[in-house]
């Protein structure tokens, strides 16, 4: 998960009573307490698993031997149609006993750190450290254990529920593996992302961005030789100062940063080239696409000032898209939102609705389909960084809000209803 120091509009959400009377019924009922009991019982298997997961390097664009494990584990408990689509996403079927809503429930498979990382875990006073140990591993060693707590228990849900491992989370990966996943299923009602820690914290909102790499091109040549042409570095100066003097709103934020600049050969020549790398981010896609249009203009601006300023046209710019992830909101009463509420609820804890957040969730927010991201449990901190650490401290809470969320969402044979809608196939 992408944290973008964005809190404080979590507000509290007022269950409906539909919503209440579903998770009176579900916490009454005797399977779903066996099946919350195996998750609190499965807590250690649990912790295996994750280690396990994080000492298969998986970086972004590279999650083959990991999506393999994972793909494996899925078949061993009794998915149905296990596999791997095109993209390298891994997911299995576990099938509703009526027709009913289809939910997909999601944790990535990639993290930040390159071929290379040691990703051995050391566990020191029951601090188990290594990069990667919680985000992702713990989001796809608790998706396990809410599998088994179905195949174990023999919970049954109504509806159809898609278990999957997917690629392309993190960084330039842009969301790739659910991207994917909602372009090749267009019957999906909604989703669930397992990311990270926690079990407390629902993810509803979306921060969206893109990210553009700008090149400009000339001539170049000697500073005093040459002087009279156009320089590259100088126009691509022009466009910075045209992007930094731009203003954006506060609410919904929105944000930007030319975060990185090359170019040039030496002091003493006029730049042939020059790029720079530019983020900008929003809560709402007006306003994203409203500041994009302002920066590309300043950017064709300044090429063509560069240009005049020489009486040339040898300056050229090239603009490419490295990253796309949709921005979108969701109402803290929709039914997805008030079930993993409800959830936490049940389990005794109080929920926390999160500010925007950058997400697996984003892509099918963004489309209008119900989805959050719940945290797979336990606790710790320095997620992206090499010294990643993970404390397994009420772990199964984790698992618990998930496999309950499910429940509500996608109802219990013989128990409950679905409360998720099916959209329009
Ligand atoms: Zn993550």
């Not at 820690?197 to 090149?215: N, Q």
Request: charged letters at 20%; aromatic letters at 6%; a negative charge.
């Amino acid at each position: 998960m992408v944290h973008c120091n964005d809190s404080g509009l979590g507000r509290d959400s007022e269950l409906s009573p539909g919503i209440k009377s579903t998770y009176e019924t579900l916490m009454s009922n005797d399977t779903v307490i066996r099946g919350l009991d195996f998750m609190m019982a499965d807590d250690e298997r649990t912790l295996n698993d994750q280690i396990a997961i994080c000492e298969i390097p998986a970086p972004t664009f590279d999650e083959r031997v990991r999506g393999r494990y994972y793909m494996e584990r899925l078949s061993e408990l009794d998915l149905d149609c296990v596999e791997m689509d095109s993209a390298g996403n891994v997911f299995g079927l576990l099938e509703g006993s009526a027709d009913g809503p289809k939910l997909l429930v999601a944790a990535h498979l990639d993290t930040v750190f390159p071929e290379g990382t040691d990703v051995k875990v050391a566990c020191k006073h029951q601090m188990y450290c290594a990069p990667g140990i919680g985000d992702n591993s713990r989001g796809l060693a608790s998706l396990l254990s809410v599998i088994r707590g179905f195949t174990e228990t023999h919970v049954k849900p109504v509806g159809n529920v898609i278990f999957c491992g997917n690629v392309g989370e993190e960084g330039l990966g842009d969301l790739a593996g659910v991207k994917a996943l909602f372009r090749n299923n267009t019957d999906i009602d909604g989703f669930i992302a397992v990311d990270g820690l926690g079990s407390r914290d629902i993810v509803y909102l979306a921060t969206g961005s893109r990210r553009y790499e700008v090149t400009y091109r000339g001539p170049g040549g000697h500073s005093f030789g040459a002087f009279g042409v156009p320089s590259a570095i100088h126009a691509m100066g022009r466009a910075i100062g045209k992007i930094a003097d731009l203003k954006t709103p506060t609410n919904p934020k929105v944000t930007f940063t030319v975060g990185m600049v090359s170019g040039g050969t030496s002091v003493n020549s006029i730049a042939a080239e020059a790029t720079m790398l530019i983020d900008m981010r929003a809560n709402a896609t007006g306003g994203l696409s409203e500041f994009e249009a302002k920066a590309l203009e300043a950017i064709e601006l300044a090429k063509d000032e560069e240009n005049a300023r020489w009486q040339s046209d040898s300056i050229t710019v090239h603009v490419k898209l490295i990253g796309d992830r949709p921005a979108g909101s969701q109402a803290t009463d929709s039914v997805i939102v008030q079930a993993a509420y409800a959830s936490i609820q049940a389990l005794g804890n109080t929920p926390n609705l999160e500010g925007p957040h950058s997400t697996d969730a984003n892509v099918p927010i963004a489309l209008g389909i119900p989805a959050i991201c719940l945290g797979g449990g336990g606790r710790g901190g320095n997620a992206h960084s090499p010294d990643e650490w993970y404390e397994n401290v009420d772990a199964y809470l984790g698992p618990q809000s998930i496999f309950l969320t499910i429940l509500g969402l996608v109802g219990v044979e013989g128990v409950c209803d679905p409360i998720l809608p099916q959209r329009g196939r």
